[in-house]
């Protein structure tokens, strides 16, 4: 199975300062047939389902501000917020569907300092 | 739009079965992976299983294997996850999603394992 771990398990950003979280898999998540990367990005705050920000670990999802980057390639990726505003506070997860089973990270805790 | 209308959770006893349904529109869900993933209270997600689109080949959690079984109901765009042997451990939200990557989300079912 394909391990993905997430760091931080938390973070706190001040309003409009950068967040960064980065997502590392244990073995490759990119297909070399087709030159993707199989890794999502979802928000989820309280009470709600997951949010898709991001998938093929960069293209960012329809409707999501664009404040929200996701890069890398291979086994390690980031998620980067330019500037954190007030309802960005959630519950971050990457998340690969390359391999079955399609594993999530832990998960990264992000609030406002 | 795309929407997921879930339904079917509950309580139920070790050792029982429950079956969670998630009701699509907007999109043809044969035309579309479909994934269960779960969440217990208060941890992350947990993916389950996925019914692939264009079949209906699947894939399960090692966790869930032999005990649960994902199913497509193509004429009613419905979505199924039928559960047996229910296990403390399988109290969880459950979500179903359109897509590999999780495109939309239905809204959840709780299912709770207890005596």
């Known amino acids: 199975d394909i391990v993905m771990t997430q760091s931080p398990d938390s973070l706190a950003v001040s309003l409009g300062e950068r967040a960064t979280i980065t997502c590392k898999s244990s073995q490759t998540v990119l297909y070399s047939s087709n030159n993707n990367n199989y890794l999502a990005w979802y928000q989820q705050k309280p009470g709600q389902p997951p949010k898709l920000l991001i998938y093929w670990a960069s293209t960012r999802e329809s409707g999501v501000p664009d404040r929200f980057t996701g890069s890398g390639s291979g086994t390690d990726f980031t998620l980067s917020i330019s500037s954190l505003q007030a309802e960005d506070v959630a519950v971050y997860y990457c998340h690969q569907y390359h391999s079955p089973p399609y594993t999530f990270g832990q998960g990264t805790k992000l609030e406002i300092k | 739009e795309v929407q997921l209308l879930q339904s079917g959770g509950g309580l139920v006893q070790p050792g029982g079965s429950l079956r969670l349904s998630c009701a699509a529109s907007?999109?043809?869900?044969?035309?579309?992976?479909m994934m269960w993933v779960r969440q217990a209270p208060g941890k992350g997600l947990e993916w389950v299983s996925v019914i692939y689109g264009g079949g209906h080949l699947t894939n399960y959690a090692d966790s869930v294997k032999g005990r649960f079984t994902i199913s497509r109901d193509d004429s009613t765009e419905t979505l199924s996850l039928q559960m047996t042997s229910l296990r403390a451990e399988d109290t969880a939200m459950y979500f179903c999603?359109?897509?590999?990557?999780?495109?939309?989300w239905g809204q959840g079912a709780l299912v709770t394992v207890s005596s």
């Open positions: 999603a359109k897509d590999r990557y999780g495109s939309n």
């Open positions: 907007g999109f043809t869900t044969s035309g579309h992976d």
